[in-house]
């Protein structure tokens, strides 16, 4: 029941209360007594609404840092660089109360190695229905944005969605997938609600999520990543300052990221590149025992290692990465068990 449904009652109750006062001071009192015991009664049913109904509301939508490093440490493999800059930057966000701008984040990386993963990791640590939140909202290019010639209505039409669902709720969270095949261009149409403003036509977005997907930058990752382990050197031992600049100029400057030229990057509005590194064969044997462990199967490592075994791997010579991370494991375990 709506605050307001309940005032024009309490209202109506209160009117018609003060009506009766000239008749008889008795039945006065016992309509204001009603009133306010309705009133109270409506509150509790208001409750017991926001109970069971998702709301954009502390007990539906509150982070859960615990839950997020848990998640990150035991279920997100291979990862190091991402999982640290993910947990600073969703934690330093979400405890600051009046932050000055939404959270922007950028992931890369190549095909299968967590990307919608981890999105789908955050959701479930600020929303109590995780990706199924009404306040969750994912856009995908090739499907909500396929052709080109109708750019200008994608651009409106992505705006208007963005402020109606702010509007809405402030806590809202955007994942857009697929960025690498986004047209150049239709990002900066709401490049507005991503800047250092407090209020845009009333409605604030300064406590929303922005979350984009891609795997522009792929190549320079997979490219660090290759070296360290011709030189020998640990995974551990990449440091974000080994990627980061490889990976802001592929963004910024190819035509294929959905960043191209945007004034996205040339004003700062990305608070972090998230870079994804490529999978090892040990990283595709912990995707295939959690795959089990999801599947209430007894986790069997003979049969992690064989799908392992028989994914493909790159470069050809050294068989060092996964073609397709993690990607497929879900259902080659379907031969194996
Ligand atoms: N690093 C990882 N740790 C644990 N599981 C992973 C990891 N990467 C991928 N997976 C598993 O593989 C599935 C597919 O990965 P995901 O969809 O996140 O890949 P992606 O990076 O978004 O790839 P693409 O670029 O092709 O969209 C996930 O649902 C998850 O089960
Ligand atoms: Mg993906």
Redesign the pocket.
Known sequence: MQPRRQHVLLLWLLFYSSMAEALEPISTTIAVGMAAALTGILARYQNIFYYFHECCRPEWISFNITRLKTDLDN?????HIASRIILKAVNGFMSNPNPKKPLVLSLH?W???????VSQLIAESVYAEGMHSRFVHVFTSTLHFPHAEHMATYKSQLQQWVRGNVTNCERSMFIFDEMDKMHPGLIDSIKPYLDYYDKLDGVSYRKSIFIF?S?AGGDGIIQTALEFWKAGKNREEIELKDLETTLSLSVFNNNKSGFFHTSLIDKNLVDFFVP?LP?EYQ?VVQ?AM??MKARSLEPNPDVADQVARDLVYFPKSERVFSVK???T??SKLDFYT
């Open positions: 279920k997100l493999f291979g990862q990386g095909t299968g190695t967590g990307k919608n993963f997907l795997n994804f999978l990283h995707c959690a795959e991370g993690c990607k494991i879900e």
